[in-house]
Nanobody, 125 residues
């Protein structure tokens, strides 16, 4: 069973940067697409970015508009989300997720089979 653990969240001022990390174990990491979502209380979980097993990427451009970069290390079974030019509206709990088998660039929560516990990102104005 795939297990995911996020880290790297915290408090940052607007305009600053953070790098989130996700450690993955217990599954065929290199064959799965990996995604990042975020959620604020009372709202649905929002797609942020996904990276395929071959390092293709897809972003929620309406939300991140080139400010975020997703990457993966198939040797270390790690996924990263580099977040630059952070805005107060980026404040949320960020979740790492493993795509279901054969999903190439999944964007919906239903296309993911395992989730981390989340890491809080707070951007102050």
């Amino acid at each position: 069973q795939v297990q995911l653990v996020e880290s790297g969240g915290g408090l940052v001022q607007a305009g600053g940067s953070l790098r989130l990390s996700c450690s993955v174990s217990g599954g065929p990491f290199s064959s799965l697409a990996m995604g990042w979502f975020r959620q604020i209380p009372g709202k649905e979980r929002e797609f942020v970015a996904v990276i395929s097993r071959s390092h293709g990427t897809l972003y929620n451009h309406d939300s991140v508009k080139g400010r975020f970069t997703i990457s993966r290390d198939n040797v270390m079974s790690m996924v990263y989300l580099e977040m630059d030019s952070l805005k107060p509206e980026d404040t949320a709990t960020y979740y790492c997720a493993a795509g279901l088998p054969l999903k190439v660039l999944p964007k919906t929560t239903a296309e993911y089979g395992a989730w981390g516990q989340g890491t809080q990102v707070t951007v102050s104005s």
